[in-house]
């Protein structure tokens, strides 16, 4: 049988996300230097075959096209995974400011930070949306007969990171602490301000928005068989 049309993309959204993410919760600048060190290994064999986003464009939905031949009801599933892989290996690896720029006295300083908040953020939300994505483009893959994604995928997994169970433990002990704080009634803004301050020293999957803070919550609940947080926390 031929190999799966979509276990590529599969495999560089994997790759990208991953070393992103660990910038992303880095736990300090000599941690993230490092790691957007290894970020740009990770990059350069895709820029090294592809040269430019538009040879990346047109290659990977070439790749996919066998897909879209037998499955064309899923076209913008595909074009929008093109997109995220593209969009990934460009984006700029970044981290939280510092925690103390946003109480400096300096007006200029403060907005900059401010504005740095706001990338942040962004950045978060892309990357959450393309983790979505990757769970509906496994999805999609599976309908292929050949069966090959699923080890694509964990092999690119454990060869470059080794550590991502480690991050599920993480990712458990910081839907757990947020779970409490919904359920303890306090307003989202709140909890997602304190997150802001102690997820990088604990070094915590990315959480961005207070939707997603409620979400989280309203997760773990179901996921532990728990009472759902109150519905309404002064959003």
């Given at each position: 049988?031929?190999?799966?049309?979509?276990?590529?993309?599969?495999?560089?959204?994997?790759?990208?996300?991953?070393?992103?993410?660990?910038?992303?919760?880095?736990?300090?600048?000599?941690?993230?230097?490092?790691?957007?060190?290894?970020?740009?290994?990770?990059?350069?064999?895709?820029?090294?075959?592809?040269?430019?986003?538009?040879?990346?464009?047109?290659?990977?939905?070439?790749?996919?096209?066998?897909?879209?031949?037998?499955?064309?009801?899923?076209?913008?599933?595909i074009?929008?995974?093109?997109?995220t892989v593209?969009?990934?290996?460009?984006?700029?690896?970044?981290?939280?400011?510092?925690?103390?720029?946003?109480?400096?006295?300096?007006?200029?300083?403060?907005?900059?930070?401010?504005?740095?908040?706001?990338?942040?953020?962004?950045?978060?939300?892309?990357?959450?949306?393309?983790?979505s994505?990757?769970?509906?483009?496994e999805?999609?893959?599976?309908?292929w007969?050949?069966?090959?994604?699923?080890?694509?995928?964990?092999?690119?997994?454990?060869?470059?990171?080794?550590?991502?169970?480690?991050?599920?433990?993480?990712?458990?002990?910081?839907?757990?602490?947020?779970?409490?704080k919904c359920?303890?009634?306090?307003?989202?803004l709140?909890?997602?301000a304190?997150?802001?301050?102690?997820?990088?020293?604990?070094?915590?999957?990315?959480?961005?928005?207070?939707?997603?803070?409620?979400?989280?919550?309203?997760?773990?609940?179901?996921?532990?068989?728990?009472?759902?947080?109150?519905?309404?926390?002064?959003?």
């Open positions: 049988m031929p190999a799966n049309p979509l276990a590529e993309m599969i495999g560089y959204l994997t790759e990208f996300l991953s070393i992103l993410e660990a910038c992303f919760t880095a736990d300090s600048p000599e941690s993230l230097q490092k790691l957007r060190i290894k970020c740009h290994a990770v990059r350069t064999p895709f820029w090294d075959r592809f040269k430019i986003p538009l040879h990346a464009h047109r290659d990977l939905f070439i790749t996919a096209a066998p897909f879209l031949h037998k499955f064309p009801d899923d076209r913008n599933v074009e929008n995974a093109v997109r593209v969009s990934l290996a460009t984006m700029r690896a970044m981290n939280a400011p510092a925690p103390e720029l946003s109480t400096n006295d300096d007006e200029a300083l403060r907005r900059k930070t401010e504005a740095m908040w706001k990338q942040y953020e962004r950045q978060g939300d892309d990357l959450l949306n393309a983790k994505l990757l769970v509906r483009l999805q999609l893959a599976s309908l007969p050949a069966g090959e994604v699923e080890t694509v995928t964990q092999r690119r997994r454990s060869a470059r990171w080794p550590t991502q169970r480690k991050r599920d433990k993480k990712t458990e002990a910081r839907d757990k602490w947020i779970y409490k359920f303890k009634g306090i307003p989202h709140t909890i997602l304190e997150f802001r301050r102690i997820a990088p020293k604990r070094k915590w999957a990315i959480v961005s928005s207070k939707q997603r803070i409620r979400q989280i919550g309203n997760e773990y609940a179901d996921d532990n068989g728990l009472a759902r947080p109150p519905a309404r926390q002064n959003l």
